[in-house]
């Protein structure tokens, strides 16, 4: 009687519209409503079940559903948050995170121990507190922000400053990491090709001089080409040492394949195309030579014996560092596990050939006297060149793309995850040579929760666990007790990855970085 006289026939037509739909032994109780001013009485549905369709006085058994959470603002604000962000983004200070509550997390890092963080509802509230309002709070980090960008500016400027104060004093910081770089490995090889293909340049130029000839002159352009490269490799092995920063979290070790990789760029187009341009020329415009005897003389002693100096040098690295990494000398070179060292090998065994190419020519030409053979000797060198830097293009491009390491070692990897008993199988696996003998490893990895749940279990109270279980009585209370464990089960888990990641390194310290999903 109290209804609004509007209401009651819609009212009515729901009594009549009530239906049963069954199916599978659930029964659904359906509504429908002809009038859409009955808002709040949309839909609603309730489920009944039993293993017969209904108990043995014949009326359905009703089945207890956690009622479904809407997780809206307010409970995302019960999320943590580190002390760091609480006074960047809220501009609150140390003293006033005094008095929040404190809750200690583990700690994703290694080497770092468990921290402490807040939750995000006590902090804003911390926030609202100090500064009074959220204008007042949104006007002081907008006035923060003005300040940490005049803050850079005057950084970029002093540092500006301090470069001009060190090019005018010269600088005094101290570089014993990096010439000891220099003084053994890959270093050492390039220091001593630099200092040897400069001497044969210049006596190579000279001797261009004295006689004229084409295959001479391509020999002076090799040896500049291979000084100028090799100067190119020292950049980019001083770059690789340098560590890894906010921008490159990886390091710079790539920088010697990217060194290499321009210098067989440069070995193309300095060393091969000159050499390709004189004896096309040469036999376009043939020329005699002259002083052939004394350049035979000069090429034997004085170019040929440095060369091989600096080729065994680079042998004797090469051969030493693939004993030590498991490879042979054919494998270590065709996978350029050591770029600058290859690119010296590679430089000095085209220079040794390209000589004895060169003076094979000229003696022919000598013996003949018709120059068109020097001119192929020039020719000659340049596509022996030309493979060179082929090989070098092709094999750098192949290490900066990521480069697999070998299988057995995969294989290595692999066993020690799947024999973990926390492990219940290994998918997708990835391990990529990152340069330098570093390697980046990345998994999924299929964990055993029972395993997992045993290891939380057997760090808490079992007889307290059985106590709250039995004071459950209500959904809520049980949802509670779920949530509480689930979250601790969670950490656990990610216990159990930073353990693997942990002992992955250990038993292999060239593996650097380790990436495992969890499926």
Known sequence: SRLDPEIIPIMQHVIYSIGWKSGGGVHKLWFSFPDSRVTSLMWTQVQYCSTSGSDKTGSPAVRAVLKKREYGIKYTQNNFITAVRAMNEFCLKPSDLEQLRKIRRRSPHDDTEAFTVFLRSDVE????????????????????????????????????LLKEYKDFWGNTKPRSRKRATFLQGPGKVVMVAICINGLNFFFKLLAWVYTGSASMFSEAIHSLADTCNQALLVIGISQSVRNPDAVHPYGFSNMRYIASLISGVGIFMMGAGLSWYHGIMGLLHPQPIESLLWYHYFNIICLLIPHKATLLVAINEIKKSAREQGLSFYEYVMQSRDPSTNVVLLEDAA????????????????????????????????????????FLIYTNTEALLGRSIQAEHVQKLTEFL??????????????????????RFKAEVDFDGRVVTRSYLEKQDIEQILNDIQQVKTPEELENFMLKHGENIIDTLGAEVDRLEKELKQRNPEVRHVDLEIL
Not at 146 to 159: A, L, M, T
Not at 356 to 374: E, F, I, R
Not at 418 to 439: F, Q, W
């Open 125 to 160: 509230a911390k926030a609202l507190d100090v500064w009074g309002s959220q204008e007042a709070l949104a006007r002081e980090r907008n006035l923060r922000k003005d300040v940490e960008r005049e803050y850079q500016e005057n950084i970029f400027r002093n540092q500006k």
């Open 351 to 390: 220079a040794v050939l390209g000589v004895v190419l060169a003076a094979g020519c000229m003696g022919l030409t000598s013996l003949t006297g018709n120059p068109y053979y020097d001119s192929l000797g020039s020719l000659g060198v340049g596509t022996l060149l030309g493979t060179v830097s082929a």
């Open 418 to 439: 799947e024999n973990d008993p926390a492990v219940r199988a290994i998918h997708d696996v990835k391990a990529t040579d990152m340069g330098l003998s570093k390697v």
